[in-house]
């Protein structure tokens, strides 16, 4: 079983900055894309940012140059920095990992999500 949480959500005003960090847990024999989705009221889901297990990242039109995802294999955590937030960023944001499990010698692909945390960006 994998679990991710996420920490880092809140409220913050205009123009300011929050940093989100997502960590799995479980019987992890190693984790591929991880990422970052988030859902306003009344949307879609979509995508945020996503990064690889080499590093590749790629990012959503409207967070480009504000947003910058990373990860720590390590500690397999991911991370997302976000700056000059407006509030047409609130929303509840989710981590997203594509994780690799053993089933004896067989290998199984998990794709897990976090509970969700609440960011609101206001004055």
């Known amino acids: 079983q994998v679990q991710l949480v996420e920490s880092g959500g809140g409220l913050v005003q205009p123009g300011g900055s929050l940093r989100l960090s997502c960590v799995a847990s479980?019987?992890?024999?190693?984790?591929?894309?991880m990422g970052w989705y988030r859902q306003a009221p009344g949307k879609q889901r979509e995508l945020v940012a996503r990064i690889t297990s080499t590093g590749n990242t790629n990012y959503a039109d409207t967070v480009k140059g504000r947003f910058t995802i990373s990860r720590d294999n390590a500690k397999n955590t991911t991370y997302l920095q976000m700056n000059s937030l407006n509030p047409e960023d609130t929303a509840v944001y989710y981590c997203?990992?594509?994780?690799?499990?053993?089933?004896?010698?067989?290998?199984?692909?998990?794709?897990?999500w976090g509970q969700g945390i609440q960011v609101t960006v206001s004055s």
């Open positions: 997203n990992a594509f994780v690799v499990t053993m089933s004896g010698l067989i290998p199984r692909i998990a794709d897990s």
């Open positions: 479980g019987s992890i024999f190693r984790i591929n894309t």
